[in-house]
């Protein structure tokens, strides 16, 4: 055995840490919960950018995306002209739908063109198991990973899909990944659903075949020339695209993927920013009072010290060391908790984001930052205490401090009906305001770290309603490939299982107003819509307006324009007309950023009167399966979305992630709550432990000592909750502020549940702290009491 | 009879050893005396007064009070013992520091059955003019008469002092005798006064000498010298 040489100072260290396990054990977990906060968060941050950066650069992802009508090859050349272009790509990009046998709906896809023999010069796969595209072969496709999994696909396997209205059986040869469907969400939904969303690549000349594009193009892939203008190169594609359809090309940070992994990022760094900040000011508190307490008590040893010779610094010391020691296990407990929570998260991070590889990667920085902070966090709350205590001359520290001078409180009017142990807990209050209204904000923090954080439910569940039971009332929406004849509707109607339905359209063009631009299609709905509604300002369905635009409150922010503005509207499609349109109506929408017009009113301006884009269906229940059959054999229909199938995936998504996010939530708030209460308990227990039991000797029993004690916790505690409360709103809003996004925004809902539900973890968490100073309580010593002076 | 112990023994066991704080001790209160108890430090006196007063348990032995053998109670019973019957004074006052002289009474008064006013409790002790202020706001001597005034209130039947002038100069610590007398005087509480003081003795109607943890002497004052008579 090797012996350990401790001297006295540390063997009192060791003694003394024992001694207040329980409070410092407290103190390291709201550490170690702030450490693992930022080790997870930043952690993965890092991991995320620096896998998703290799990715790009490995596999040659396009800065530039300019989707377009149609053009011929040999503009391949103007386009590799316009400055600040380094590399063009075209290709074959569409919609297709697919029939799995595993389905009753129909699945949705898109399918890419893919060089045979060659390496694109962008936007490159990953081919992760099975062969690339074979020359010759026209019905062999690549699938990517995420839809292969969800239906168990391997290469070898066939699929059924209706491209360009022709049912075709394609084999499977590869299952690859793409830097451009990381996240891969079908247009218009709320969240991936890897089930019934698949993206295919196929052979060139096979897609052109299929959609008579022999020696043409739609889609261009653009990668810029380093320190090029990126709004310039947009603006160059653009009037070279714009004679053949071009929609208007856009960037990186526009692209779906690229967006929502972006997001994602920002939550993290929100993350990384704000929690584990809270965690450390709150560790910084707990460290002060408890350490501040302990050094009063140690004034004679502390006096015994100096008079054996020991300095000043050998004293500060001693005592720094115990904060360390405490702060070093939370560190320790955090690192470990840290890497666990990373390595979970990068475990949910696979099924959302699909990379050919992601590591949860432990930087040595990221734990530098968080042990260092920390310390110098837990050294900042200690440090004056410490270095007051060690700085008394021996003769001072020997003496006992005096009395703690108290005075009538500003409340003592108040007061007069009160008991005296009532008035005690006033008073003691009131002796030390920063440290109750420290505790009482500690409380009220961890309350509202779980409003914060559990609003999220209530706020899915209020953007549920809101966008699929008061404004998209519809069970599907069928899109046509093309604007579609009157007939088309009448032809919807007669299918299977359609009780309602209502023809919309959807017209694509650039609004802009006093130079904001915005590319957006003008939805046209029918008057009296009964599916497809917009909504007020106060969430109340209105009708169109029968002429003028109606602008989605975001899309007006966006443009800066509001009702009694005109909006330049530059249809890119069809006649391409430019529409001067005034904003009649601003409307409340929690998903996109869409614009309305009446349906009639639409078809007048673009010439094509009762036209139709698609239609909005309201189904019977006992019928759908039929209707999906329906669909499947109608080969005009480009796509269908579900509004059952796109709920139902949605809440499965959102409750296997509820469930573990609820747990974490509910553990951070209760460290914190343990946290503050428990050393409140102790630290109030100890400096009254003579009063109190002098009060046990002089007849008073255990409930009314208790009542003192605790009674005082419970006013905190009762303090805390409102504040809480009110602290969980803001900081709920501060995400729906941080979470405002053209694609959607969070509703600031917070329901009496979310709030009933964190009011009683901190209770309860209080409660337990509570009881477990009550069992301090019982071990009072009356005797002691008679004998010794504070 | 106030009170009546018998054959009382108090054990500590530290470790192999064992040792007597009393051995074998009979006492006896009579009802309105001033008893001092008067010994060394370590002489077994505060454990006979913390038995006494339902603070500490004997190893074997009873003390009876009314009727009622206190060394069969259990801690509650033990607390409304204290709270009804007995007042205390400690050597270090024991005052709550965040009530004012006058609410230190009525923390006790607020609980007792039959008590007298605060007021009434501090004019005994000779502090009416200074009910409102706090403990720290007061000498040594203002805090334990306080402290009596807070014990005597609920007309105890048995009023413990254990050193009630230890932190005391002997000039305050005979303010803080007087009140003890005079409440002996005229509340009739029996009043028990531990002392390593020999002087203080001499206010007593009994003075029990206890030693190595026995009762070693009792004896009788034939004339009590009043505290103002006193000094040390």
């Given at each position: 055995m090797v012996?350990?040489?401790?001297?006295p100072?540390?063997?009192?260290v060791v003694?003394?840490l024992r001694a207040?396990?329980?409070?410092a054990?407290?103190i390291a977990?709201?550490?170690?919960?702030?450490?693992?906060m930022?080790?997870?968060?930043e952690?993965?941050l890092k991991s995320l950018?620096?896998?998703r950066a290799?990715?790009y650069?490995?596999?040659?992802?396009?800065?530039v995306?300019?989707?377009?009508?149609r053009?011929?090859?040999a503009l391949?050349?103007r386009l590799?002209?316009?400055?600040?272009?380094?590399?063009i790509?075209t290709?074959?990009?569409?919609?297709?739908?697919?029939d799995?046998?595993d389905l009753?709906?129909?699945a949705?896809g898109?399918?890419?063109?893919?060089p045979?023999?060659?390496?694109?010069?962008?936007n490159?796969?990953?081919?992760?198991?099975?062969?690339?595209?074979a020359?010759?072969?026209?019905?062999?496709?690549l699938l990517?990973?995420?839809f292969?999994?969800?239906?168990?696909?391997t290469?070898g396997?066939?699929i059924?899909?209706?491209?360009?209205g022709r049912?075709?059986?394609l084999?499977?040869?590869g299952?690859v990944?793409?830097?451009?469907?990381i996240y891969?969400?079908?247009?218009?939904?709320m969240?991936p659903?890897?089930?019934?969303?698949g993206v295919f690549?196929?052979?060139?000349?096979a897609?052109?075949a299929?959609?008579n594009?022999?020696g043409?193009?739609n889609d261009?892939?653009?990668?810029i020339t380093?320190g090029a203008?990126?709004e310039?190169?947009?603006d160059?594609?653009d009037?070279?695209?714009?004679?053949?359809?071009g929609?208007g090309?856009y960037e990186?940070?526009h692209?779906?993927?690229?967006?929502y992994?972006?997001?994602e990022?920002?939550q993290?760094?929100?993350?990384?920013?704000?929690?584990?900040?809270?965690f450390?000011?709150?560790?910084?508190?707990l460290?002060?009072v408890?350490?501040?307490?302990?050094v009063?008590?140690e004034?004679e040893?502390?006096?015994?010290?100096k008079a054996?010779?020991?300095?000043t610094w050998?004293?500060?010391?001693?005592?720094l060391?115990?904060?360390m020691?405490?702060?070093?296990?939370g560190?320790?407990?955090?690192?470990?908790g840290?890497?666990?929570?990373?390595r979970?998260?990068?475990?949910?991070?696979?099924?959302?984001?699909r990379f050919p590889?992601?590591?949860?990667?432990?930087?040595?920085s990221?734990?530098?930052?968080a042990g260092?902070?920390?310390?110098?966090?837990a050294?900042a709350?200690?440090?004056?205490?410490?270095r007051?205590?060690a700085l008394?001359?021996?003769?001072?520290?020997?003496?006992?401090?005096?009395?703690?001078r108290?005075?009538r409180?500003l409340?003592?009017?108040?007061?007069t009906?009160?008991?005296q142990?009532a008035?005690?807990i006033v008073?003691?209050?009131?002796r030390?305001p920063m440290r109750?209204a420290l505790?009482?904000?500690?409380?009220?923090?961890?309350?509202?770290?779980?409003?914060?954080?559990?609003f999220f439910?209530?706020a899915?569940?209020?953007l549920?309603?809101?966008?699929?039971?008061?404004a998209?009332?519809?069970?599907a929406?069928?899109?046509f490939?093309?604007a579609?004849?009157?007939?088309?509707?009448?032809?919807?109607?007669a299918?299977?299982g359609?009780?309602?339905?209502?023809?919309?359209?959807?017209?694509?063009?650039?609004?802009s107003?006093?130079?904001?631009?915005?590319?957006?299609s003008?939805?046209?709905?029918?008057?009296?819509?009964r599916l497809?509604r917009i909504?007020?300002?106060?969430?109340e369905p209105?009708?169109v307006?029968?002429s003028?635009?109606?602008l989605?409150?975001?899309?007006?922010?966006?443009?800066?324009a509001g009702v009694?503005?005109?909006?330049i509207?530059?249809v890119?499609?069809g006649?391409?007309p430019?529409?001067?349109?005034?904003?009649?109506?601003?409307?409340?929408t929690l998903?996109?950023?869409?614009a309305?017009?009446?349906y009639a009113?639409?078809g007048?301006?673009m010439?094509e009167p009762?036209?139709?884009?698609g239609v909005?269906?309201?189904?019977d229940?006992?019928?759908?399966?039929?209707?999906?059959?329906?669909?499947?054999n109608?080969p005009?229909?480009a796509?269908?979305?579900?509004?059952r199938?796109?709920?139902?995936?949605?809440?499965?998504t959102?409750?296997e992630?509820?469930?573990?996010?609820?747990?974490f939530?509910?553990m951070?708030?209760?460290?914190?709550?343990?946290?503050?209460v428990?050393n409140a308990?102790?630290?109030?227990?100890?400096e009254?432990s003579?009063?109190?039991?002098?009060?046990?000797?002089?007849?008073f029993t255990?409930?009314?000592?208790s009542?003192?004690l605790?009674?005082?916790?419970?006013?905190?505690s009762v303090?805390?909750?409102?504040?809480g409360?009110?602290l969980?709103?803001?900081?709920?809003?501060?995400?729906t502020l941080?979470?405002?996004?053209d694609?959607?925004?969070?509703?600031?809902?917070?329901?009496k549940?979310?709030?009933?539900?964190?009011v009683?973890?901190?209770?309860?968490?209080?409660l337990g702290s509570?009881?477990?100073s009550?069992?301090q309580?019982?071990k009072l010593?009356?005797?002691q009491?008679l004998?010794t002076?504070? | 009879?106030s009170l009546?112990a018998r054959g009382?023994s108090?054990?500590?066991r530290?470790g192999e050893?064992?040792?007597?704080?009393?051995s074998d001790v009979d006492?006896d209160?009579?009802?309105?005396?001033?008893?001092?108890?008067?010994?060394?430090?370590?002489?077994?006196k505060?454990?006979l007064?913390?038995?006494?007063?339902?603070?500490?348990r004997?190893?074997?032995?009873?003390?009876t009070?009314?009727?009622?053998?206190l060394t069969?109670?259990?801690?509650k019973?033990?607390?409304?013992?204290?709270?009804?019957?007995?007042?205390?004074?400690?050597?270090?006052?024991?005052l709550v520091?965040?009530?004012?002289?006058?609410?230190?009474?009525e923390?006790?008064?607020e609980i007792?059955t039959?008590?007298?006013?605060?007021?009434?409790a501090?004019?005994l002790?000779?502090l009416?003019?200074?009910a409102d202020?706090?403990p720290?706001?007061?000498s040594g001597?203002?805090?334990?008469?306080?402290?009596i005034?807070?014990?005597i209130?609920k007309?105890?039947?048995?009023?413990?002092c254990?050193?009630?002038?230890?932190?005391?100069?002997?000039k305050?610590g005979?303010?803080?005798l007087?009140?003890?007398?005079k409440s002996?005087r005229?509340l009739?509480a029996t009043t028990?006064?531990?002392?390593?003081?020999a002087v203080i003795a001499?206010?007593a109607d009994?003075?029990v000498l206890?030693?190595d943890?026995r009762?070693?002497?009792?004896?009788?004052n034939?004339?009590?010298?009043?505290?103002?008579?006193?000094?040390w």
């Open positions: 012996a350990l040489h401790l001297s100072l540390d063997k009192k003694r003394d207040m396990w329980a409070q054990l407290a977990m709201v550490i170690a919960a702030g450490v693992a930022f080790v997870m968060s952690g993965m950018f620096e896998t290799a990715y650069e490995r596999y040659g992802f396009a800065d995306f300019a989707p377009l009508k053009a011929p090859n391949v050349a590799q002209d316009v400055p600040g272009v380094s590399t790509e290709r074959i990009k569409e919609r297709v739908r697919l799995m046998p009753d709906e129909p949705q898109e399918i890419l063109s893919y045979v023999g060659a390496e694109p010069r962008l490159r796969l990953y081919l992760s198991s099975g062969r690339w595209l020359p010759g072969n026209n019905d062999e496709v990517s990973e995420a292969a999994e969800a239906h168990t696909l290469p396997d066939n059924t899909a209706i491209i360009n049912k075709r059986l084999s499977i040869v299952v990944l793409s830097a451009e469907y891969a969400i079908q247009p218009g939904a969240m659903d890897n089930k019934r969303f690549w196929m052979a060139r000349p897609l052109e299929a959609f594009m022999k043409a193009f261009v892939l653009v990668a380093p203008n990126l310039d190169v947009k160059g594609v009037l070279v695209l714009e004679t053949y359809g929609v090309a990186r940070a692209q779906v993927s690229h967006w992994v972006s997001g990022m920002n993290l760094r929100n993350m990384a920013q704000i929690v584990p900040p809270i450390l000011a709150i560790a910084a508190f460290l002060n408890v350490i501040t307490r302990w009063e008590m004034r040893k502390i006096g015994l010290f054996f010779g020991y300095s050998a004293v500060t010391g001693h005592y060391k115990v904060v020691v405490i702060t070093l296990v560190i320790a407990l955090g690192f470990g840290g890497v666990w929570l990373g979970g998260m990068a475990g949910i991070y696979q099924e959302f984001f590889f992601l590591y949860f990667q432990f930087s040595t990221v734990f530098a930052i260092g902070a920390s310390l110098i966090v050294l709350g200690t440090w004056r205490a410490v007051r205590a008394l001359s021996p003769a001072q520290a020997m003496v006992p401090p005096p009395p703690t108290y005075q409180s409340f003592e009017g108040g007061l009906h009160l008991e142990p008035r005690m008073r003691h209050m009131v030390w109750s505790t009482v904000l500690g409380s009220a923090v961890a309350v509202a770290v779980l409003i914060g954080s559990m439910m209530d899915m569940e209020k549920i309603d809101v966008t699929f039971n008061q998209e009332r519809q069970d929406t069928l899109s490939m093309e579609q004849e009157p007939r088309a509707l009448e032809n919807v109607k299918m299977a359609v009780m309602q339905a209502e023809p919309f359209r959807a017209v694509a063009a650039e609004l107003f006093r130079g904001a631009n915005r590319r957006e003008l939805i046209g709905l029918v008057q009296d819509a497809n909504l007020n300002q106060n969430y209105v009708s307006p029968k003028g635009l109606v989605s409150q975001k899309l007006s922010e966006l443009l800066g009694g503005d005109v909006v509207a530059q890119t499609q006649r391409r430019t529409l001067e349109l005034p904003v009649v109506q601003v409307s409340k998903m996109g950023s869409p309305f017009m009446d009113y639409l007048n301006v010439q009762g036209r139709l884009d909005y269906v309201k189904l229940d006992n019928q759908q399966k039929n209707f999906y059959k329906a669909v499947k109608t005009g229909i796509a269908v979305s579900i509004k199938t796109t709920l139902k995936s949605f809440r499965e959102m409750a992630n509820v469930l573990v996010m609820t747990f939530n509910v951070f708030a209760v460290v914190i709550a343990v946290g503050v428990y308990a102790r630290i109030s227990l100890s009254r003579r009063e109190l039991a002098s009060l046990r000797v002089l007849g255990m409930g009314e000592v009542f003192i605790l009674g005082e916790l419970a006013l905190l303090l805390a909750i409102p504040l409360c009110g969980g709103y803001g900081l709920a809003w501060v995400w941080s979470l405002d996004t694609l959607y925004r969070i509703p600031l809902e917070v329901t549940q979310t709030l009933g539900f964190s009683l973890v901190v209770v309860l968490a209080t509570g009881l477990a009550f069992r309580i019982g010593d009356m005797v009491a004998k002076r504070e | 009879m009546s009382l108090k054990l500590y530290s050893l064992e040792v007597a704080a009393l006492f209160l009579f009802q309105g005396e001033l008893v001092v108890l008067l010994g060394p430090s370590g002489s077994g505060s454990t007064l913390n038995i006494l007063g339902g603070l500490d004997p190893t074997s032995g009873s003390v009070f009314q009727d009622q053998d069969l109670l259990d801690d019973a033990l607390t409304l013992y204290r709270r009804d019957h007995v007042g205390f004074v400690f050597q270090f006052y024991n520091a965040s009530l004012t002289a006058r609410e230190n009474v923390l006790v008064t007792a039959h008590p007298m006013s605060a007021d009434e501090l004019a002790v000779g009416e003019s200074r202020h706090f720290a706001e007061l001597g203002e805090q334990q008469r306080v402290a005034a807070r014990a209130a007309r105890p039947n048995i009023l413990m254990d050193e009630p002038t230890g932190a005391l100069d002997s305050t005979i303010l803080v007087e009140a003890l007398a002996n005229e009739g028990v006064v531990i002392t390593h003081n001499d206010m009994r003075v206890i030693g943890g009762v070693q002497e009792v004896r009788k034939a004339t009590k010298k009043q505290p103002g008579e006193l000094s």
